[in-house]
């Protein structure tokens, strides 16, 4: 919240040095300059907020029970900002995160099955989102996960390394996105990305299929753990006996993709 007071309070001080220096024939209509100025200090605010991160009171969060629930079916719609998902949600709880101004979430059971929906807004204009910038949220650990993300212009960090997910399903625009696979399980990851930047780590106990349906962009495989075995399609030695295994399907336009 610093960083809002910081900036409406820097707002109001210049809007009052303008009305001032019109009273003093300085300055003949001071709207004139109204948006000029808005659009400036809100975009010294979002780069304010890149380089500084200020240790404020710790933030609201909030928690969904799992109840009796068996699995859980997550469902992220993220308009722009940053945006940070991974486990860890306490026993019991099927979600732990940030709670702020822009942020709607519901949930509901279906058979033994959870479903959570989370809709959080941009996380960099003032009196909306988080005061550090950053939705967070945890996931279940201990029982299968189904997960679909969907964000716009955003900078994205998925860490499903303790997250039994089964499936999931990532849909970005204009993004930059680091997705870290499950450790356990067989996992399937559908991706579809616009003017991207998307890096994929696959954790070294884990074997991988990636099929990448390759358009204008650098893609970047490690060969030396996913062989090539057909144009856009790699894989690991092990792939076909692995318990642990995730199998990773990429549509890129515009941009870049590293598999790790």
Avoid: C
């Avoid at 949600?89 to 702020?100: M, N, S």
């Avoid at 509901?108 to 996380?123: F, K, N, Q, T, Y």
């Avoid at 030396?224 to 092990?238: E, N, V």
């Amino acid at each position: 919240m610093k960083r809002d007071n910081l900036f409406w309070g820097t707002l109001l001080i210049v809007v009052g040095v303008l009305l001032y220096l019109q009273t003093q024939g300085i300055v003949d209509n001071v709207f004139r300059y109204f948006w000029p100025v808005l659009l400036m200090l809100v975009g010294g605010w979002i780069i304010l907020g890149v380089y500084w991160r200020p240790a404020g009171s710790p933030e609201e969060s909030f928690s969904i029970p799992l109840g009796a629930a068996q699995s859980v079916k997550y469902h992220f719609a993220h308009g722009a900002g940053q945006l940070e998902i991974r486990g860890g949600a306490p026993a019991g709880q099927a979600l732990l995160g940030t709670a702020a101004v822009g942020m709607n979430r519901n949930s509901h059971v279906d058979g033994d099955r959870l479903d959570v929906r989370i809709e959080a807004g941009p996380s960099f204009v003032p009196f909306l989102g988080p005061s550090q910038g950053v939705w967070r949220f945890q996931l279940a650990q201990e029982i299968p996960v189904l997960l679909t993300v969907e964000s716009g212009a955003s900078f994205l960090n998925l860490d499903l390394t303790d997250v039994l997910a089964t499936r999931v399903a990532l849909k970005t625009g204009a993004s930059s996105t680091n997705v870290t696979m499950p450790a356990r399980g067989v996992s399937l990851l559908d991706v579809e990305s616009g003017a991207a930047s998307l890096n994929i780590r696959v954790p070294e106990s884990t074997a991988a299929r990636i099929r990448v349906r390759e358009s204008v962009m650098a893609l970047d495989v490690d060969t030396d753990r996913f062989p090539r075995l057909d144009s856009g399609l790699y894989q690991s030695p092990s792939f076909e006996a692995a318990s642990d295994r995730s199998e990773i399907n990429i549509q890129s336009g515009l941009g870049s993709v590293s598999v790790k």
